[in-house]
């Protein structure tokens, strides 16, 4: 397997703090500046959202017949940081599972970018941007337990693109703070998937946008399977989350930081009305996954690319590389594409692409909207180790000056 250095968060800084407040509720927030954080409330909005809808969907869970599980094994899937995967089985084994996981919504103080100090209260589960990586395979049961810790300041849930009724389980996992929730749902359909938080109006676009998505990847029984029908082995997977942030400034063009988490609210939908986004990053921040945060590999390595963009498109490019399998719109249904150059990643969805590596070198995984890329943050780098191969590529010729 291939080893990542896995570059955590960012630390954070208090430089350039500014100081906000914000009124309970998130239907009438005020921001404005403070010598200390006033105490209030977590903000959190009347439960349910949809009083008839929430109840319908609790009065038929209860008139329904309940499910024999008496066939399925339990297993424990420990879930780890971006960019790395849990561990799994590419190929199942034995029959379906009921896979338990457990996620905690944090509200961290994260740095975007160490240059400008632009700071965000992140809003994540298990603590990182992107949500962990869940796999599992068709047909298994995921068993979820949601905590949300007493010392929140907002309500959250969680929307799996992956699962079929109740608002993706939106609707029946929102807790407020010192809350947990168990949801079961069963994995019908192959492919890689979206999850975010939902909690409803325009805390949806809130939420998403403050970090709080992630991918499920549901691989098929027999594993994945090229556009033949082979079976494609992967050494190891790099997991992608892209970010869109939108972090308000002042008039002087220097990014707020705020006490807590949801005391940006009212301006950051001033930012985010406008479309456009302050920063598009790899795994949290500028630079999570370059430098001595790069992701690692050799010549010869099979790399499963996963990428998720919970709210914006995306157009993934491998700098010297290809997709050689590409799902582009997630279904591991459909048969792959093969030798992109670029692909495409739908706002609200996750895809998938594989690359075995023929050079050493260093390769860039960027977004190919180069302004995205090269201006905002995301990029990403493979350091790929190994033995050059002149018959793929050779500078004949050095650079030399020439006679004018």
């Known amino acids: 397997m291939v080893e990542f250095i896995n570059p955590g968060l960012v630390q954070t800084s208090r430089r350039g703090m500014l100081r906000g407040s914000m009124l309970a509720g998130a239907a009438a927030m005020v921001a404005g500046s403070a010598k200390a954080a006033p105490a209030r409330r977590?903000?959190?909005?009347?439960?349910?959202?949809?009083?008839?809808?929430?109840?319908?969907?609790?009065?038929?869970?209860?008139?329904?017949?309940?499910?024999?599980?008496?066939g399925y094994t339990r297993v424990e899937q420990e879930l780890v940081a971006p960019p790395f995967a849990p561990v799994h089985e590419n190929v199942a084994t034995g029959g379906p599972k009921i896979v338990e996981i457990t996620m905690e919504t944090q509200e961290r103080l994260l740095t975007v970018d160490e240059e400008t100090g632009a700071q965000i209260w992140a809003l994540t589960y298990n603590g990182s941007v992107p949500g962990p990586l869940i796999i599992v395979h068709q047909d298994d049961y995921v068993e979820l337990t949601l905590r949300n810790p007493s010392?929140?300041?907002?309500?959250?849930?969680?929307?799996?693109?992956?699962?079929?009724?109740?608002?993706?389980?939106?609707?029946?996992?929102?807790?407020?703070?010192?809350?947990?929730?168990v949801l079961r749902w069963k994995a019908t359909k192959a492919g890689v998937f979206t999850y975010h938080c939902a909690p409803g109006g325009a805390m949806i676009p809130y939420h998403v946008t403050h970090g709080m998505n992630g991918t499920i990847m549901v691989l098929p029984r027999e594993g994945l399977k090229d556009a033949e029908g082979n079976l494609i082995n992967?050494?190891?997977?790099?997991?992608?989350?892209?970010?869109?942030f939108y972090l308000p400034q002042d008039e002087d063009g220097n990014f707020k930081t705020y006490y807590r988490?949801?005391?940006?609210?009212?301006?950051?939908?001033?930012?985010?009305?406008?479309?456009?986004?302050?920063?598009?990053?790899?795994?949290?921040?500028?630079?999570?996954?370059?430098?001595?945060?790069?992701l690692r590999a050799r010549v010869g390595d099979t790399v499963l690319m996963i990428h998720n963009q919970a709210n914006r498109d995306s157009r993934p490019h491998l700098i010297g590389g290809h997709g050689d399998n590409v799902w582009e719109a997630g279904s591991f249904t459909d048969r792959p594409q093969t030798g992109l150059e670029t692909w495409f990643i739908r706002g609200g969805s996750s895809g998938a692409a594989?690359?075995?590596?023929?050079?050493?070198?260093?390769?860039?995984?960027?977004?190919?909207?180069?302004?995205?890329?090269?201006?905002l943050g995301a990029t990403a780098h493979f350091v790929v180790e190994g033995e050059w191969d002149n018959a793929l590529m050779e500078q004949v010729v050095p650079p030399h000056s020439i006679e004018t």
């Not at 300041?153 to 947990?180: K, R």
């Not at 960027?366 to 890329?373: D, G």
């Open 234 to 244: 992967y050494d190891s997977i790099a997991y992608f989350g892209e970010q869109d």
């Open 42 to 70: 977590p903000i959190v909005s009347p439960r349910p959202h949809a009083p008839q809808f929430i109840q319908a969907q609790t009065e038929a869970q209860t008139q329904a017949a309940p499910v024999d599980l008496s």
């Open 151 to 181: 010392d929140s300041q907002m309500e959250h849930n969680i929307d799996f693109h992956a699962s079929t009724g109740a608002l993706g389980g939106g609707g029946l996992t929102h807790v407020y703070p010192g809350e947990e929730t």
């Open 261 to 294: 988490a949801g005391d940006d609210y009212a301006e950051s939908m001033e930012v985010m009305r406008g479309l456009v986004p302050t920063h598009v990053v790899f795994n949290g921040s500028v630079g999570a996954l370059t430098g001595e945060n790069a």
């Open 354 to 375: 594989t690359h075995t590596f023929k050079q050493p070198g260093v390769y860039a995984y960027v977004n190919h909207n180069l302004i995205e890329a090269v201006l």
